[in-house]
C-alpha cells in the first residue's frame, strides 16, 4: 500500500514541472475551482517562469510515459481541462528516445524463452518508431515475411502501475470535494484510462483486438488490418504483418501516385461509421501516424491499443442523434438525450431541445468548407454543465476519434462535407436496424432468448430458496472494528492522513484537471 506522503511527493513533483510549462495558470483564474486547489497551486509555480503561452503538451511529455498516455486521454475531456488544454493535448507526441537495442533483443529471448535467431532471421536495430509504451521494429522471420515486431520497454508495466495508483489517489480525493468535480466524474475517467492502458501494455490484447476489427470489417472494400504473427506474439512482443504504403497524411506522395484523394477522404470516414455504427468497435486512435494508403488505393490501418466499444443500444441512440441533428430534428435528439438518461428527468425536454437549437443552427446553411463536426460536438459539450449531464466516457472517445477522422479527410479532401457524407449511411443504418421489420425480428428474437432462460431461471430459484427442512439459515452477522483497526483510524496516522488528503487534493489539480480551464 502507498503512502499518502509518497502519492503527495509524486503530485507536487509533477505539478511543479507543470507550472514551469504555464499548465497550473488557470487553476487561479477558474472561479469553479476551489479556494485550497488555487493557493496550492500558486505554490507549486512559485520560483517557476512560466510562457505566457501554456504548453499542456510539453507538460506531460516532461512528465514521463504514463503522463503522456493520461494527457492523451484528457485531450478527450474538453468539458473537464476546457478547449484550450484539450486542443493543446490533441498535438502531445508520443514519443520517446529509443531503448537501445540489447534490451529489446533481451526483452524478446525472455518472453519467448529461445534464442531471437530462432524466430527471426533478422531485426533492424534501428526503431521505426519509439512510444512511450513500445518501440517497433523492422524484421524478416526465419521463413522469409517481412514483419513490424513491438516490444514493450522495459519495466513499463511496473512504472505505469506506480503512477496509476497516484492518479486514482489524487482523483479520488478532487472527487471527494462535491459540486462540479463529481459532476465531471474524475475518478471514471482515470479508471477509464487504467482500463485502456492495461489493454496496451498487453500485447496479446492488442492483437486480439486487432484480429477482431478484422473479422469486423470483411467485406469492407478498400479497408483492411494487417494479418498477426500469433507464434511470435505474447505479452511483450506482438509481430504484425509489414505494411508497404503511404503515410496518409504525405499528401503530394499519394498525389504523385495518382490516388484519388477525395475518394479516400470519403472511404475513411464511411470505415469508421462502419465501425462505430455498425460493428460497436472501432479504432480510436485514428492519427495520421497510424494509417497508410498501399498502391491500389486501400487504406491500412496500424496499432490497435487504443479501442472503443458501443452497445447496440447506445450505437442506435447516437444514429438517431447524428441523423436529427443533419436534418435539424432537435426535438427528437433531446428526446434520445432524455431516454438514454444522459440528462436528469427534473430538466425540460423543450428547453434542452431549444439548447440544442443553438449549437446545430450556426452550422446550417454554411459553406461546405466551414462544417464542423468537431464544432458541433463542441458545442454540444458547452451546454452540458447547463443540463447536469455526467461525463459518457464511450462518448467522448468516439468524439477524439470523429474529429481525428474529420481532420484526415479534410486535409485530403478540403472541400469534403462529414455531414453529406455520414448522413446517407447513418440513414440506411437506420431503416436496417431500426426499421419496423428490424423491431419485430428483434423482438422475436428477445422473447424467444426469455422463454428459453425460463427453465434455468426456475432451477436457480429453487436453488437460492429450497424446501424446508435441514440446518435453518444463519443470520447476518454485524460489522465489528476490530481493535488495530480503531486505533489505526483514531491514532497517531489520524491526522497525518487528513493532512494528506487535503494537500492531495490540491496538487492533483496540476496532474489530472490542469485547473478546470474553462
Do not use: C
Amino acid at each position: 500500500m502507498t503512502r499518502p506522503s509518497t502519492h503527495i511527493f509524486r503530485l507536487l513533483k509533477w505539478g511543479r514541472t507543470m507550472g514551469r510549462h504555464g499548465a497550473l495558470q488557470g487553476i487561479e483564474r477558474d472561479p469553479n475551482t476551489p479556494p485550497p486547489v488555487k493557493r496550492l497551486a500558486r505554490i507549486a509555480r512559485l520560483g517557476t517562469f512560466p510562457p505566457r503561452v501554456p504548453d499542456y503538451a510539453g507538460a506531460f511529455q516532461d512528465i514521463g510515459p504514463a503522463a503522456i498516455k493520461l494527457g492523451q486521454t484528457l485531450a478527450t475531456r474538453p468539458d473537464l481541462v476546457g478547449e484550450e488544454a484539450a486542443r493543446n493535448l490533441l498535438h502531445l507526441q508520443d514519443s520517446l528516445p529509443p531503448v537501445p537495442f540489447k534490451q529489446i533483443e533481451a526483452v524478446i529471448e525472455a518472453s519467448f524463452g529461445q534464442p531471437i535467431d530462432a524466430l527471426f532471421a533478422s531485426i533492424d536495430p534501428e526503431p521505426v518508431g519509439a512510444a512511450s509504451i513500445a518501440q517497433v521494429h523492422r524484421g524478416v522471420t526465419t521463413e522469409g515475411r517481412e514483419v513490424a515486431i513491438k516490444v514493450l520497454r522495459p519495466g513499463i508495466r511496473e512504472r505505469f502501475e506506480r503512477d496509476i495508483q497516484t492518479y486514482e489517489w489524487a482523483a479520488a480525493h478532487v472527487e471527494a470535494m462535491g459540486g462540479e468535480a463529481a459532476r465531471l466524474r474524475p475518478r471514471l475517467t482515470i479508471a477509464n484510462f487504467k482500463r485502456w492502458t492495461n489493454r496496451e501494455l498487453d500485447l496479446r490484447r492488442e492483437a486480439a483486438s486487432a484480429s477482431e476489427l478484422a473479422e469486423a470489417m470483411k467485406g469492407i472494400e478498400g479497408y483492411r488490418i494487417p494479418d498477426i504473427d500469433w507464434d511470435r506474439t505474447n505479452g511483450r512482443v506482438m509481430t504484425v504483418e509489414w505494411v508497404d504504403g503511404v503515410k496518409i497524411s504525405k499528401i503530394e506522395e499519394l498525389q504523385a501516385r495518382g490516388h484519388d484523394l477525395p475518394q479516400l477522404a470519403s472511404r475513411l470516414v464511411i470505415a469508421f461509421l462502419t465501425q462505430a455504427i455498425s460493428a460497436g468497435f472501432f479504432h480510436a486512435d485514428m492519427h495520421q501516424g497510424n494509417l497508410f494508403v498501399e498502391d491500389d488505393g486501400t487504406i491500412v490501418a496500424i496499432d490497435f491499443g487504443i479501442m472503443g466499444r458501443i452497445d447496440r443500444r447506445a450505437r442506435a441512440w447516437l444514429a438517431e442523434i447524428l441523423y436529427g441533428l443533419t436534418t435539424g430534428n432537435y426535438r427528437r435528439v433531446a428526446e434520445i438525450h432524455f431516454e438514454a438518461q444522459y440528462v436528469p428527468s427534473y430538466h425540460s425536454v423543450d428547453e434542452f431541445a431549444t439548447a440544442l437549437r443553438a449549437v446545430g443552427e450556426p452550422m446550417r446553411g454554411k459553406p461546405v468548407s466551414e462544417l464542423s463536426v468537431g464544432q458541433m460536438l463542441d458545442g454540444l459539450f458547452a451546454i452540458t454543465r447547463d443540463f447536469d449531464m455526467q461525463t459518457q466516457p464511450h462518448l467522448l472517445l468516439l468524439q477524439k476519434t470523429m474529429v481525428m477522422v474529420e481532420g484526415i479527410a479534410t486535409q485530403l479532401n478540403p472541400k469534403i462535407n462529414m455531414w453529406e457524407v455520414s448522413a446517407p449511411y447513418v440513414r440506411s443504418w437506420i431503416r436496417d436496424e431500426l426499421g419496423p421489420e428490424a423491431a419485430l425480428a428483434d423482438r422475436i428474437r428477445t422473447d424467444t432468448e426469455t422463454l428459453l432462460r425460463l427453465p434455468d431461471l426456475i432451477r436457480r430459484i429453487e436453488d437460492r430458496f429450497p424446501p424446508k427442512g435441514g440446518a435453518p439459515e444463519p443470520p447476518p452477522l454485524p460489522d465489528i472494528e476490530l481493535m488495530w483497526e480503531r486505533r489505526e483510524r483514531q491514532g497517531r496516522g489520524w491526522l497525518g492522513y487528513v493532512l494528506a488528503a487535503a494537500i492531495g487534493a490540491g496538487a492533483v489539480a496540476g496532474a489530472l484537471s490542469l485547473g478546470w480551464i474553462g
